[in-house]
């Protein structure tokens, strides 16, 4: 059982189906075939086995992005509306990496999302947070953290090309996902993460980390809301702002 700050209480459930074991297994299929790969990237170097939220880590005391530095790939996820395209450009900013956004590889396409796994970059993959504890021990996952009523007001107000909301069209593709008939799919992903995922990848050595959206408020890349009230859902900033954090 979840309560959302208006006092909305949603219990998660979900469903076991013979797909679910089909699905894990696919996953788990595409991700071992880069782990050679992988392996070969990680060779002669001290694998650093990290669980952290955003902020400090206290045993060196380096910022998030300081120690998001010594991965090769950073992956950005959660649910939709949370952050995530903000926050994969503002790390891939301040670390002069590439920013690769989930339009670049087709959003829902985890095979070809595999195919850039190895690349040196920032990749925003909110539709594939389902995967994120199997990847490989390069990798460092970024989740965002916002409060669901806040997620759900920005998935009402976001128009698709259809003229449909997001709620309306894609959060049913992302409940199929992690096997649940409702919502709200952020609240579904987040009890995913915190109860399974995150636990996993701390467990196996793999590099996590919650990073809150409010704490994004203090980046040159920031634009207060009162100020984007007519974007487009994908639309990080204006020409203004570019040219102050360029």
């Known amino acids: 059982m979840i309560e959302t700050k208006s006092g909305h209480r949603v219990t998660i459930g979900y469903r076991a189906t013979s797909g679910a074991d089909s699905v894990a297994r696919m996953a788990t299929s595409c991700i071992r075939a880069l782990t050679s790969r992988a392996a070969k990237l990680l060779r002669g170097e001290a694998l650093l086995r990290a669980h952290q939220t955003f902020g400090t880590d206290s045993r060196q005391g380096e910022s998030m992005f300081d120690y998001l530095a010594r991965f090769r790939t950073i ?25 690769i956004d989930e339009q670049d590889y087709g959003t829902h396409d985890l095979l070809c999302f595999l195919r850039i796994i190895d690349r040196s970059a920032v990749i925003q993959a909110p539709a594939l947070s389902a995967y994120c504890h199997l990847l490989p021990a390069h990798v460092a996952v970024v989740f965002m953290r916002r409060e669901i009523d806040a997620i759900q007001a920005s998935q009402d107000r976001a128009l698709m090309a259809s003229g449909r909301t997001w709620t309306q069209e894609e959060e049913p593709v992302e409940l199929r996902k992690y096997f649940c008939d409702s919502g709200p799919i952020a609240a579904i992903k987040y009890d995913a993460w915190d109860r399974f995922q995150k636990a996993t990848m701390k467990r196996q050595g793999k590099a996590s980390f919650d990073l809150n959206y409010a704490s994004l408020a203090s980046h040159p890349l920031w634009v207060p809301p009162h100020e984007r009230r007519d974007w487009h859902p994908k639309q990080t900033h204006t020409r203004g702002a570019a040219r102050k954090a360029a």
């Open 75 to 99: 992956v950005v996820t959660g649910p939709q509306r949370s952050g995530t395209t903000i926050a994969a450009k503002m790390i891939a900013h301040d670390l002069q990496r590439e920013h």
